[in-house]
């Protein structure tokens, strides 16, 4: 996909990122190990048709499946750079490094929804070749709602203008997950749908 081919090339450089192969290898790997997840973040925005320049891969799990998914992710030739808690008390984000290649995978570990629901409903499609599950946009809105980061606000906002994105079924989605952050979602919805109007322009100075 176009969007996809977009990540791996560095738009200073022009150089090669080495994001794909390590996305290639990360995602076989934890295939192989029947680990559920999800991929997430810019690389799921740009398999579902909007690219973000990214150079890692965001991948979320239940926090149960967590030490499955470091097995798998060491065993493709990834460590840990971030702690990972115990086995039994796993770390809720855990950054792993590809050796070869620079490139992180950021794996999410959650104890419910809305990430529970958005890795049992992904759809498996090809990340740079490799079969994979992936969010739906709707699923990521969610994702979104729960941050403040500034380049997650401006993920929230490019899919809801996007139109590719079923509002209606994620605001339903929220509503039986967390009827409790209806007002947010709305807030946030209304934000970017009905921005407020610029201020106006200064009246120009006069030449002396």
Not at 158 to 186: C, F, K, P, T, Y
Request: with cysteine; glycine share 8%; hydrophobic share 45%.
């Amino acid at each position: 996909m176009i969007g996809v081919d977009l990540l791996v090339t560095d738009p200073k450089s022009g150089k090669r990122t080495g994001l794909a192969a390590t996305v290639r290898r990360a995602l076989a790997a934890l295939n192989r190990a029947e680990v559920p997840y999800c991929v997430i973040g810019a690389t799921a925005l740009a398999v579902r048709g909007l690219p973000r320049m990214t150079r890692d891969l965001d991948v979320a799990v239940l926090l149960d499946d967590a030490p499955a998914a470091w097995d798998a992710l060491r065993g493709a030739g990834l460590e840990a750079s971030t702690p990972t808690g115990s086995r039994e008390e796993p770390e809720s984000m855990v950054v792993f490094v590809d050796g070869k290649s620079g490139v992180e995978v950021d794996l999410l570990a959650a104890a419910g929804d809305p990430e529970a629901t958005a890795i049992d409903q992904a759809g498996v499609v090809k990340v740079f070749g490799t079969s994979a599950p992936v969010a739906t946009l709707e699923h990521l809105l969610l994702l979104y709602l729960y941050s403040n980061q500034p380049k997650h606000l401006g993920d929230f906002a490019s899919i809801v203008q996007s139109n590719l994105a079923d509002l209606a079924l994620a605001e339903r989605q929220l509503a039986s997950m967390h009827e409790e952050m209806l007002g947010e979602w709305q807030r946030r919805v209304r934000a970017v749908l009905h921005p407020p109007a610029a201020p106006p322009r200064p009246p120009r100075r006069a030449r002396r």
